[in-house]
């Protein structure tokens, strides 16, 4: 039921922005958009979602396009305890919104 | 730390024993979930409690699995007759009610079934 489409993997060198993006083509209007990634052997841990607008927090920035079919994550100065499986997860339409459905992930590998 | 706790962190078991994880939501959180991870996966939803209530059950949870959460704030996962195929991570999260929340999830159980 992956209702979202990332890339296997991604590099990005250490202090730059890694830009992840992901595909919900079939986002309805009332469905959220998630973020969350996970470090070899942790639970996952939450980043950050959004519906439409564009929504910042202390660790990432999340951009929506207008027609809210893509999104893009956005790690500003990537360090190397930033390489991780990214998950990007949408939520909560009619009969769904009690779970999140994880896909298999963007890896984003953060070298020196 | 006030986080989402799980026990034990690491499990090994004989094919055909019973085994039984906890997990300790954050306190406030109302709604509980059980989530399964196989290597290179991403986590797989099991099912998931409103309070004590258990409201939805994922069809990977066969008849071998129950999950319980009897006051509405600890959870237990039993897993009877184990198979190797259960090998896995066991992952608990909470959240508060609402469709714009965030889930809590905890480090896991790694399962290992020999």
């Known amino acids: 039921d992956a209702k979202t489409t990332q890339p296997t993997s991604m590099d990005c060198a250490e202090g730059r922005a890694a830009n992840l993006p992901c595909n919900h083509s079939t986002i309805s209007g009332n469905e959220y958009v998630y973020w969350y990634r996970q470090i070899h052997s942790q639970g996952p841990q939450y980043i950050i979602h959004?519906?439409?607008n564009n929504e910042t927090n202390e660790m990432a920035s999340l951009i929506i396009t207008e027609d809210r079919k893509s999104s893009t994550l956005i790690l500003p100065h990537a360090t190397l305890r930033d390489t991780a499986v990214y998950y990007c997860?949408?939520?909560?339409?009619?009969?769904?919104?009690?779970?999140?459905?994880f896909g298999s992930g963007t890896k984003l590998n953060v070298k020196p | 730390d006030t986080g989402v706790s799980q026990d034990p962190r690491h499990k090994i078991t004989k094919r055909g024993q019973n085994v039984t994880f906890r997990c300790d939501p954050i306190s406030e959180h109302n709604r509980l979930y059980w989530y399964r991870q196989t290597l290179g996966q991403g986590p797989e939803f099991l099912t998931y409690f409103q309070n004590e209530a258990q409201l939805e059950k994922s069809r990977l949870l066969s008849d071998r699995f129950s999950a319980e959460r009897p006051k509405g704030s600890f959870s237990t996962l039993e897993i009877q007759r184990t198979e190797q195929g259960d090998s896995a991570m066991y992952l608990c999260?909470?959240?508060?009610?609402?469709?714009?929340?965030?889930?809590?999830f905890g480090q896991g159980t790694r399962l290992t079934v020999v």
């Open positions: 997860i949408v939520r909560g339409d009619l009969y769904n919104f009690n779970k999140f459905y």
């Open positions: 959004g519906l439409k």
């Open positions: 999260a909470s959240s508060r009610d609402g469709r714009n929340t965030e889930a809590f």
